[in-house]
């Protein structure tokens, strides 16, 4: 009998967990479904009182405005260029000391760790001025560099820790037997450790990337030409003194927030591998 109602009482803990993880999912997906639907309403019901909670009729000429009246198409090159190349180079780097720090025998490790970590931890409004000043005397303002150098500095002290800890959980075997070979270690970074760190690339790769996509404060201050503007900044900019296009925005929105989303579900799994490995891992 104790057992039974033992029982019974976890499953009340169990479906009661289960209701309030399914309240917070609803609550969180509430503002995305709020976005896409308002994106696809006319201008004319945008606003309408009552609030239309299905868009009726659906309506593409939000997305037709935005792209036609605000060059957001450029602001969608400028972000891919921006965030594809600043990504490139975290990865790169941040494969090459990950490496050497988990792999190889170095003296110093944890202090460059804990001087990486210290770095992780600056806000961009604290260093926004004197990087602006750095940019002006290299003649850097209004440019993909001006963008590009800062990013991957801020965001290639997380990608070292991720794939250092990564690479510390491959068996040292593999290597082993590699170097007994005669393979260099570039080459076995290459050809042994990076086919089973794959996980904790694309962690890296998609953290710096979303990062990168979605950075504002940077953006807006040292890339002042339209010409070099990306998605966040240019859709801040779609409003004037009198009015705000909120159809607009809310299309643009769609068009920057949707495909992330989309591809962080889809490979969802290989994330939670990368940061599962990286947080146990040290």
């Known amino acids: 009998m104790m057992r039974h109602r033992s029982r019974h009482g976890w499953h009340r803990v169990i479906n009661g967990v289960n209701a309030a993880t399914l309240l917070v999912v609803l609550f ?9 639907a308002t994106a696809f309403k006319t201008p004319a019901n945008v606003g309408a009182t009552p609030p239309q909670y299905f868009p009726h009729p ?31 180079l975290v ?12 792999r190889l025998p170095m003296r110093g490790t944890f202090t460059v760790l804990v001087l990486l970590l ?11 001025v004197p990087l602006y000043v750095l940019l002006r005397d290299f003649s850097w303002l209004n440019s993909y560099q001006a963008l590009i150098i800062p990013y991957t500095a801020f965001f290639l002290p997380f990608a070292i820790w991720i794939l250092r800890n990564y690479f510390l959980a491959i068996p040292h ?41 979605t950075e504002f404060l940077m953006a807006l201050s040292f890339n002042t030409d339209n010409n070099f503007r990306t998605i966040p900044v240019g859709i801040a900019l779609f409003g004037s003194q ?29 994330v939670v591998s990368g940061l599962t490995a990286g947080a146990v891992k040290g």
């Open 28 to 36: 969180t997906a509430l503002p995305l479904y709020w976005l896409i």
């Open 58 to 88: 659906v309506s593409t000429e939000n997305f037709s405005v935005a792209f036609s009246q605000y060059t957001f198409g450029r602001y969608i090159v400028n972000s891919i260029i921006v965030a594809v190349v600043a990504t490139a």
């Open 91 to 102: 990865l790169v780097l941040g494969t090459l000391a990950g490496y050497a720090m988990g």
């Open 118 to 128: 210290m770095i992780s931890v600056f806000q961009e409004i604290a260093v926004v």
């Open 173 to 213: 075997e593999m290597e082993e037997s590699a170097r007994i070979d005669g393979a260099s270690p570039i080459r076995t970074l290459w050809s042994i450790i990076l086919p089973q760190a794959w996980p904790g690339l694309f962690t890296a790769g998609i953290f710096t990337f979303t990062a990168c996509w």
């Open 242 to 270: 009198f009015t705000v296009p909120y159809g607009t925005i809310f299309a643009a929105s769609v068009v920057a927030v949707v495909p992330i989303a989309i591809l962080v579900f889809i490979f969802r799994r290989s």
